[in-house]
Nanobody
Framework: QVQLVESGGGLVQAGGSLRLSCTAS????????AGWFRQAPGKERQSVGA????????YYADSVKGRFTISRDTAKNTVYLQMNSLKPEDTAVYYC???????????????????WGQGTQVTVSS
């Protein structure tokens, strides 16, 4: 079992930056992948990106490429989402999630993830 706790959300002006953290408790394994998702009101949950636990390979949605960076600190069991050049359309609740078995064909699909955090609100004002 893995428990995930996100932090770092808040209110920021357009063009600003925020860093979200997601700390995992419980056992983690080299096959795991950690994903970041977001959900705006009235919209479906969408992938932001993902990072493999062992090698640190990263994957990003086209909408955030070049602006967002995912990293991890395996010693701290923590994954980060650095968000730069934020836009009002980035406003959403952001979730981290863990899939126990990574596949490069499914990292963007929320239904394959096994564990989820509670979410943290990010609001970008124009």
């Amino acid at each position: 079992q893995v428990q995930l706790v996100e932090s770092g959300g808040g209110l920021v002006q357009a063009g600003g930056s925020l860093r979200l953290s997601c700390t995992a408790s419980g056992r983690t394994f080299s096959t795991y992948v950690a994903g970041w998702f977001r959900q705006a009101p009235g919209k479906e949950r969408q992938s932001v990106g993902a990072i493999t636990w062992s090698g640190g390979s990263t994957y990003y949605a086209d909408s955030v490429k070049g602006r967002f960076t995912i990293s991890r600190d395996t010693a701290k069991n923590t994954v980060y989402l650095q968000m730069n050049s934020l836009k009002p359309e980035d406003t959403a609740v952001y979730y981290c999630a863990v899939d126990r078995l990574f596949s490069d064909s499914t990292w963007y699909r929320p239904e394959v993830y096994d564990y989820w955090g509670q979410g943290t609100q990010v609001t970008v004002s124009s």
